[in-house]
């Protein structure tokens, strides 16, 4: 672990309020961000319901998994209702591109954002230790850490916690894996709260848990009850991470391969289309679908797009591989606008919430003319329509 940058804040938050950061090299970065918030009683004075404080990276959101609309009640958000003015930490684990990046703090009242620290993890790992060496704060069952893995799988998790034990009232632990509460192995005692002080008595316990999760979004809770400990914690991804483009930081690894097909796919949009029309960009994404489907081309998303000299955006020596290779980069609203729509066709259309329009397989720009097109390229094909710049074609081959 190398620290990145630490920060005592100590910030009411009654706006939204960004935090940027520099990632001086890519991999795979920790961010811890401590925060509490008021129930709504506390906030009599001040609101007429719960603080709440939400989180986003780079303009990513952290809904709950079973609601990808609500965020924030999820278990990256901090909810007032919950902690009742006691502090929660919520560590994310994702991989970021070398460069500029921000944390956005969205408020409902007026949260108290204590603390935020970067750590770099490593480039091309397969494990993550992190000593925490936290002790709750004295309250009642609530949340109290909670970690979030950001396009990552998940093999197994171990945590070492201590719990005392102590008059009327022992330290207790529960651990959530999405959604799912591990139970106490031992029948009659605890039944959801896995680590019991008054079993433990000071000592620690060091526990395992099997999760075999693919690379998504998972949350990984530790629900607190008084005043335990959660010594160290250690993630096993089971096979070695990589950084891989997202829609939120979409910069080019160096190998298309790598990209997600939605990615992929938003790229080409991108690259051909940026200042074109909706129905251009979900035109141009159809003839790829088209091909993908015809027996003339490759069957997937990757060897079709990659295909030598099929796609002017991803040949090196053309002016639009740039923006291909890094759509955000010193990106203004347009831009962003325009890679977030092309993002949103790649998507509907790989998911079938986007029925594709054409039948087309082929289509340029303004440089080529129709009839060149028609006698060199398609000549067993026919020519369909003009959307904005762009000519589209149907052709067997």
């Not at 986007?354 to 000549?379: C, D, M, S, Y």
Request: charged letters at 25%; a negative charge.
């Amino acid at each position: 672990m190398e620290l990145i940058t630490k920060d005592e804040l100590h910030r009411v938050i009654n706006k939204k309020f960004d935090y940027p950061f520099v990632a001086p090299q890519k991999g795979l970065y920790a961010i811890a961000i401590s925060a509490r918030a008021k129930s709504e009683k506390q906030a009599a004075n001040t609101a007429t319901d719960d603080h709440d404080l939400r989180v986003e990276i780079d303009g990513r959101k952290f809904p709950q998994l079973a609601n990808a609309q609500r965020y924030f009640d999820s278990p990256a958000s901090f909810s007032g209702g919950q902690l009742h003015n006691l502090k929660k930490t919520v560590i994310f684990l994702a991989q970021f591109s070398k460069g500029k990046h921000a944390i956005s703090f969205v408020p409902d009242g007026v949260p108290l954002l204590e603390e935020v620290s970067i750590s770099y993890e490593g480039d091309r790992i397969s494990s993550v230790d992190l000593d925490v060496n936290q002790q709750a704060e004295d309250g009642d069952r609530r949340p109290w850490i909670t970690f979030v893995l950001v396009d990552l799988p998940l093999a197994e998790v171990q945590s070492v916690i201590r719990a005392e034990r102590r008059f009327l009232d022992s330290d207790d632990v529960k651990i959530i894996i999405d959604d799912e509460t591990k139970r106490n192995p031992i029948d009659g005692l605890g039944k959801f709260w896995f680590w019991l002080g008054a079993i433990l008595n000071g000592e620690e316990q060091t526990n395992t848990f099997a999760a075999h999760l693919k690379r998504g979004l998972h949350y990984i809770e530790f629900w607190a009850d008084r005043m335990p400990t959660l010594q160290h914690i250690s993630f096993n991804f089971g096979e070695i991470v990589k950084r891989i483009p997202n829609v939120y930081d979409p910069e080019w690894t160096g190998d298309f391969h790598d990209d997600l097909e939605e990615v992929l796919l938003a790229r080409l949009i991108f690259g051909e289309a940026e200042d074109q029309s909706r129905k251009a960009k979900v035109w141009i994404a159809g003839a790829v679908l088209n091909r993908v489907n015809a027996k003339a081309w490759p069957n997937t998303i990757h060897e079709v797009i990659l295909q030598y000299k099929q796609y002017d955006p991803f040949r090196p020596d053309d002016p639009n591989f740039t923006k291909t290779t890094d759509p955000l980069e010193n990106a203004d609203k347009l831009r962003k606008a325009a890679w977030g729509e092309s993002y949103e066709i790649a998507r509907g259309l790989l998911s079938g919430k986007i029925q594709n329009p054409t039948e087309a397989t082929h289509f340029h720009g303004l440089g080529l003319t129709r009839e060149w097109f028609i006698k060199n390229v398609v000549p067993n094909g026919r020519f369909l329509k003009r959307i904005d710049d762009t000519y589209f074609y149907w052709s067997p081959n």
